[in-house]
């Protein structure tokens, strides 16, 4: 257990909808990440944020939004879905940032049908 | 851009003997290079991380990578191969900002009795 906990495990949802995954980082880890894990593109980096602040940003879309909140919870919202964002979504966290040991999350599945 | 290619997508190896996960990087400078696992339906565990200090790096349950500089390769090995150890395993660079991990495509690992 890394001690970053991801709600939902699942999620099930229709083309065009909304959803919102939650993160709560390691207690002391200031830092989030969000990766996307699907079968075409592998695991790739989407956002990270610092402190309440966003820091870095990687492969994105416009659809996919996320926070950090003052009490360094995350929250990746994914919207207009698409088939295509059916995927494992893995948040990570770490002590500070740059070159840190990320400890990732056991990932939220979301299915879009 | 700092890039890892993993040489196998699958290997197989017999309990008891040694495992090899071959994995070559792509980087402008000196890199921080990791393996993780990931167990099926779960998250991403880290077995090692090299950062520039001694080449040869020990990690968990047994396994070790070594950094080779003149190869560009950090491949992975194990003495003797556990049931246990089946699992996919990815070799991360982190990303030119220091931030974001770039991860490989993985490599299956299929242990046989």
């Known amino acids: 257990d890394s001690g970053v906990t991801q709600t939902p495990k699942h999620l099930i949802t229709a083309t065009g909808q909304r959803v919102t995954l939650r993160c709560s980082p390691r207690?002391?880890?200031?830092?989030v990440y969000w990766y996307q894990q699907s079968l075409d593109q592998g695991l790739q980096f989407l956002i990270q944020?610092?402190?309440?602040?966003?820091?870095a940003k990687g492969n994105i879309l416009e659809r996919f939004s996320a926070q950090q909140f003052p009490d360094l919870h995350s929250e990746l919202n994914l919207s207009s879905l698409e088939l295509g964002d059916s995927a494992l979504y893995f948040c990570?966290?770490?002590?500070?940032?740059?070159?840190?040991?990320?400890?990732f999350g056991p990932g939220t599945r979301l299915t879009v049908l | 851009a700092q890039s890892v290619t993993q040489l196998d997508s699958h290997v197989s190896v017999s309990e008891g003997t040694p495992v090899l996960l071959r994995c070559n990087y792509s980087?402008?400078?000196?890199?921080?290079l990791f393996w993780y696992v990931q167990h099926p339906n779960k998250g991403l565990q880290l077995l090692l991380k090299?950062?520039?200090?001694?080449?040869l790096v020990k990690g968990i349950n047994g396994f070790e990578a070594e950094f080779k500089k003149s190869e560009t390769s950090f491949h992975l090995t194990k003495p003797s191969a556990h049931m246990s150890d089946a699992a996919e395993y990815f070799c991360?660079?982190?990303?030119?900002?220091?931030?974001?991990?770039?991860f490989g495509k993985g490599t299956s690992l299929l242990v046989t009795p």
């Open positions: 944020y610092y402190n309440g602040e966003e820091r």
């Open positions: 990570a966290s770490s002590v500070s940032g740059r070159l840190d040991t990320q400890y």
């Open positions: 090299y950062t520039s200090a001694a080449t």
């Open positions: 980087s402008s400078y000196s890199p921080s």
């Open positions: 207690s002391g880890d200031l830092s």
């Open positions: 991360v660079v982190s990303g030119s900002s220091g931030y974001a991990l770039n």
